[in-house]
């Protein structure tokens, strides 16, 4: 049974472009819970959502972000025109519905230029 | 929102002492869970606590929750190098939802 799944490992994008972070939960997961790392600092809430549905997005910033978790595929968070202070480690976790016990990926380090 | 504070933020150590972190919340918490990160890498499952005065050991690594449910330490017994890394508390103060995390203790241990 593989593990919570994350694509890129790794991506550098200049500034203005857009990021695309993909997160697949675990074989059976319904919940996905996406944090950001800044460096020197700790994981942080960005959003959980549901499959088609975004429980509590209050971590999220308010412009350039978004996330989806669509009935079919993986996760996405999205960030458009991206400035170096996005820069961080993006971690997924995924959970089955009604529990806390969270999975963790590996995480995406996006690096902007 | 909960907060969840760690410390020290640092130990370093020589090989073969003991240490203890803490982690202390500001609420009650439902779960309370203990990660390892290597630097760079992603986190590694240590232990869940859930109940009150609960305590679990894993290999040389015990953790302990407190009646209150606010408060946690890690302790490692005889530490080893690969012991070396970023120890993260995390929690959730209900049965599902996001996880508020502890900014972490970095712990380097000396040969």
């Known amino acids: 049974n593989a593990g919570v799944m994350q694509n890129p490992r790794h991506l550098v994008r200049r500034r203005g472009q857009e990021a695309r972070l993909r997160c697949s939960p675990m074989k059976g997961h319904s919940h996905v819970y996406w944090y950001r790392q800044l460096p020197e600092e700790g994981l942080k809430f960005m959003v959980y959502l549901q499959k088609e549905n975004i429980i509590d997005e209050s971590g999220m910033p308010k412009e350039r972000f978004s996330a989806e978790f669509p009935k079919e595929g993986p996760s996405i968070l999205r960030i458009q025109q991206v400035v170096r202070g996005d820069s961080a480690a993006y971690f997924c976790?995924?959970?089955?519905?009604?529990?806390?016990?969270?999975?963790f990926g590996p995480g995406t380090r996006l690096t902007v230029t | 929102s909960q907060e969840l504070e760690q410390s020290p933020q640092s130990l370093i150590v020589q090989e073969g002492k003991n240490l203890t972190i803490n982690c202390t919340s500001s609420?009650?918490?439902?779960?309370l869970y203990w990660y390892k990160q290597k630097y760079g890498e992603g986190l590694i499952f240590l232990m869940m606590l859930q109940k009150g005065g609960e305590e679990k050991s894993h290999e040389k690594i015990t953790a302990k929750l407190d009646e209150k449910k606010q408060q946690s330490s890690l302790h490692i017994t005889a530490s080893q190098p690969s012991h070396a890394g970023i120890y993260l508390c995390g929690g959730t103060d209900t049965n599902a939802g996001k996880s508020t995390f502890g900014d972490g203790t970095t712990l380097t241990v000396k040969p």
């Open positions: 976790a995924s959970s089955l519905a009604g529990s806390y016990e969270q999975y």
């Open positions: 609420k009650t918490l439902y779960g």
